[in-house]
């Protein structure tokens, strides 16, 4: 097989970064280790994803946004951070970011969906599933895949997007710096019987890390981070159990917890790898930079920078020059860099700090939190970073 473009993993950012080409004239082609009927019809992975306003403009461009249904869209209004036993946190407000809102939930279920039924539209886009790669052979005009079933795929650019324990990352010789945060994160949906207000919640507590996504309703996303052996015991409740415990762990500040979906659990690593570029080759989304969640930023990131790979390669194809040298793709590494370096650093302190229960983290938490309070200009930078919505 002979293609243009050979993406190694159709998740939301490989299947975004396929659609940006479409009508390009170049032929794409996306490889996937999962069945095509897994692909073509994902399932629910508890996961909500929040979304920037420069994300939603780009989904939008893309078509996916008015595939979504508007019923599972859910308005973030205002983010709200708490330390420990302390009900006096720091408080973001959609007003801080002169803004109706600071983003939209979206289950990433429904982004997937809506990704892969774009690309299903493009004619000049395949995709590929139980298409395993056992081998990456890179020359001076193009690379070639070996795939586990014998097939050879000669393309002009290789673009990795196959998740943070990325196996063509290692293929093409780029390492990464790995974090385990020896952590265990849980995700399940639940009911409740007071008003969330559409805010969110990150709340650092002793032992403990808990979130709380708002939905549309009576409803949220709970997220709850424990070590592995505390995850245990959780998992194995049964779903009234459940509902009670996330209700005593959320000191019965949404009223009575009912649990309404399947609970779901993940460890907690992060990635960062040493290049995003090699010899005809690139690395987009979680291939490249794996974000610790509690930023809530990694798909924007991945999104936008996969964004800006396409366009790079959309004007380079007009313009009849190389879509794959490598003057194109180190300029774009560099420009990802910049975006994901200072903002993976920062995330990692914070989790560092927020998670470490020793006196003096508390102490220093807990003040920052109400010195950053008090301090306008500061909320509306953390809004404005947020939010990605564009100025006036």
Not at 7 to 18: N, Q, T, Y
Not at 178 to 207: I, P, Y
Not at 274 to 289: K, Q, T
Request: glycine share 8%.
């Amino acid at each position: 097989m002979q293609v243009d473009i050979a993406i190694v993993g159709a998740g939301p950012v490989g299947l975004c970064f396929a659609r940006a080409l479409a009508g390009t004239g170049l032929k794409v082609a996306l490889f996937d280790r999962q069945a095509h009927a897994a692909i073509a019809q994902p399932a629910f992975d508890g996961r909500e994803i929040a979304l920037t306003h420069a994300s939603r403009h780009i989904l939008e461009h893309l078509g996916l946004w008015a595939r979504f249904d508007p019923a599972e869209i859910s308005e973030l209004r205002d983010a709200r951070i708490l330390d420990g036993e302390r009900t006096d946190g720091l408080t973001i407000t959609a007003r801080d970011g002169r803004s109706a809102q600071l983003g939209w939930l979206v289950p990433n279920q429904r982004i997937r969906q809506a990704a892969f039924d774009v690309v299903a539209d493009a004619a000049d886009i395949t995709v590929h599933g139980d298409a395993a790669v056992r081998d990456v052979v890179q020359r001076v005009d193009g690379v070639t895949l070996a795939l586990e079933d014998g097939r050879r795929i000669d393309a002009r650019l290789l673009v990795a997007a196959d998740s943070r324990f990325s196996a063509v990352r290692r293929l093409l010789g780029i390492g990464a710096r790995t974090r385990d945060f020896g952590m265990r994160m849980l995700v399940c949906r639940v009911a409740h019987t007071r008003s969330h207000h559409h805010a969110a919640w990150e709340w650092f507590d002793q032992g403990q890390t808990l979130a709380l996504l708002p939905l549309n309703g009576q409803r949220a996303s709970v997220v709850l981070t424990l070590p592995p052996q505390q995850m245990v015991e959780v998992e194995a409740l049964d779903d009234a159990a459940f509902a009670a415990d996330m209700q005593r762990r959320f000191r019965d500040r949404l009223g009575t917890m009912t649990t309404i979906g399947t609970r779901h659990v993940y460890p907690l690593v992060g990635v960062y790898a040493d290049r995003f570029c090699a010899p005809r080759a690139a690395l987009i989304g979680d291939a490249a930079v794996g974000m610790h969640p509690v930023t809530a930023h990694g798909f924007n990131l991945g999104l936008q920078g996969a964004d800006r790979l396409a366009q790079a390669i959309r004007e380079a194809h007009a313009a009849g020059r190389d879509i794959a040298g490598a003057g194109l793709l180190e300029r774009w590494a560099r420009g990802h860099r910049a975006a994901s370096w200072p903002l993976y650093t920062a995330t990692g302190l914070v989790a560092s700090l927020y998670t470490d229960d020793r006196a003096p983290a508390r102490l220093l938490r807990g003040v920052t939190l109400r010195i950053a309070q008090r301090i306008g200009p500061f909320r509306r930078l953390i809004a404005a970073h947020l939010t990605q919505a564009p100025t006036r």
